[in-house]
T-cell receptor, first 114, second 113 residues
């Protein structure tokens, strides 16, 4: 069955290093979302793409985070430089529309920045 | 400022009993509410939703109740099953779209035998 895939599933890195997380949306989906889950804040929306164009990245720290969709089958989230407070689980979700019920989440990337 | 709050980090319920998960919100502009279920090592999956024009929505064993005056919603699971053990997130939206979702911090439900 169709699923959103994310790589890597786990990442441990040192402060200051660049981190790249990848997401393959479900084929045919035209909306992609990046979320961050922390214990204190729950799930927060970082960025939102439709037809590969960024529509909203207001939830993303602009100085160190960047999100792109080089093509329809790949979305990336980069952190440079990474900091310990970036430690969280990062989820990608894709959908056929902006309706929340139509989103499918990937399994997440668990990031630990030492 | 947490606009959507799930004040119970965890809940334990016996199999066959009712599970009640609660969620409070502060933004009166929210008009659409959703519940998600999340198993370990998986992403959240959509469970059930409710619009602010309703006060109840039912889907099988799952019912969501909305009390707009109290800015409170709850998810009832009857009867609870071991497979319901998961983390449940409530989320709220002004427009019903995913780009405007505000999530709570989650409640871990454990259904015991």
């Amino acid at each position: 069955d169709a699923r959103v895939t994310q790589t890597p599933r786990h990442k441990v890195t040192e402060m200051g290093q660049e981190v790249t997380m990848r997401c393959q949306p479900i084929l045919g989906h035209n909306t992609v979302f990046w979320y961050r889950q922390t214990m204190m804040q729950g799930l927060e929306l970082l960025a939102y793409f439709r037809n590969r164009a960024p529509l909203d990245d207001s939830g993303m720290p602009k100085d160190r985070f960047s999100a792109e969709m080089p093509d329809a089958t790949l979305a990336t989230l980069k952190i440079q430089p990474s900091e310990p407070r970036d430690s969280a689980v990062y989820f990608c979700a894709s959908g056929l529309s902006a309706l929340a019920e139509t989103q499918y989440f990937g399994p997440g990337t668990r990031l630990l920045v030492l | 400022d947490q606009q959507v709050k799930q004040n119970s980090p965890s809940l334990s319920v016996q199999e066959g009993r009712i599970s009640i998960l609660n969620c409070d919100y502060t933004n009166s502009m929210f008009d659409y509410f959703l519940w998600y279920k999340k198993y370990p090592a998986e992403g959240p999956t959509f469970l059930i939703s409710i619009s602010s024009i309703k006060d109840k929505n039912e889907d099988g064993r799952f019912t969501v109740f909305l009390n707009k005056s109290a800015k409170h919603l709850s998810l009832h699971i009857v009867p609870s099953q071991p497979g319901d053990s998961a983390v449940y997130f409530c989320a709220a939206s002004v427009t019903g779209t995913a780009s405007k979702l505000t999530f709570g911090t989650g409640t871990r439900l454990q259904v015991t035998l």
